[in-house]
């Protein structure tokens, strides 16, 4: 499908006159509104959230996104639901939930189908992503502009979940000391505690509670062998023999759900496996995601092993999972 199509750049965006004069908006970031017409969402329904599919393993198949559906024509809710911070509507010019946002818009809009945000149209500090859908074909335009949606929704939460994640600074001395003593640094904020055991060094966050919420990332090595990279089974062994050597309480895999690919970060190439990790029998149940990344620094003849884990009982874990991959993506072999 042919199109010309602009989309508004949110950095561009200036925030309309009149959204002082507004009520505050409400709702997580990653809590969605979806404003279309009951006979539109009918048949788009099942298209659009495919597109909206994880693109972070957790511990199940978890919606980074948690989207409710409401007909704008039904005013009463939709006046409570319209004002969220986050708010996806679908719809033609001429709906009035689309000509709310245009008005919003400080540039032509974009021809249909196509994509738009803006901020502060029916509550203060609100964004709005607009799919403007042409007046035939508008299920095959959903198709089309949903994968697109997802794309920029997403690096919108992963910045997000990132500055969150910093909000506390980033502890730019630890990770030059790692650089100049151990030949490898890591960026992580400055909440977290670092301590060092055996040539295995640890950093946790388990703020506000080791009961609510643990963030933990190890690095440990061995020297650089002539085989190739570890297998799935190889690192998942590594791993149960790691957690019960190194970690506070002891950890094993949980196969029901695994992930195995290569990885290359900063230059280093590696392999990554993703599972979760269960308490053992006997033990305090527990469990939860984790992310182990292999490395191979040839500069240093090392085989770089990173291990991140999350407990986070009765939380969405997503935006938890951007941050670990944000630290381990932070990883260099100096």
Known sequence: MERT?????????????????????????????VGASPALWAAAEEVFLEAM????????????????????????????????????????????????????LEEP???????????????????????????????????????ELHDILDEQFRAYAATRMFISGQDLALEDSL?????FSVLIPTVYQYSTRDSVFRFRNDNPSP??????????????????????????????????????????????LTAYRPVETNGLSGVEYQAAWVSPPGAWPAGGPFITRVLRCPSRDRLYYLDAWL???????????IQLQTILDSFRCH
């Open 211 to 256: 009961a609510e919420l643990i963030r933990e990332i190890s690095v440990s090595w061995e020297s650089l062998g002539p085989d190739g990279d570890p297998d799935a089974e190889t690192l998942r062994g590594w791993r149960d023999a790691f957690t019960a050597e190194y970690y506070n309480d002891p950890q094993v895999v949980d196969t029901l």
């Open 179 to 183: 650089a100049q003593n151990t030949g």
């Open 311 to 321: 407990y986070a009982p009765g939380r969405d874990k997503y935006e938890y999972m």
């Open 5 to 33: 199509r602009r989309f508004a750049v949110l950095a561009g965006l200036v925030a309309s006159a009149a959204g002082c004069e507004l009520p505050p908006a409400h709702g997580d970031a990653n809590a969605f509104i």
């Open 53 to 104: 599919e994880p693109t972070v393993q957790t511990v199940r198949d978890e919606r980074p996104f948690r989207i409710t559906h409401q007909d704008p024509g039904e005013l009463e809710a939709w006046g409570l639901l319209s004002r969220f911070r986050q708010v996806l509507v679908l719809g033609v010019e001429g709906d009035p939930w689309i000509d709310d946002a245009l008005e919003v």
């Open 109 to 147: 809009p974009p021809a249909a189908p196509g994509i738009f945000q803006v901020l502060n149209v029916w509550s203060r500090g609100q964004q709005v992503s607009v799919l403007l859908l042409p007046a035939t074909g508008q299920v095959a335009a959903v198709r089309e502009l949903a994968p």
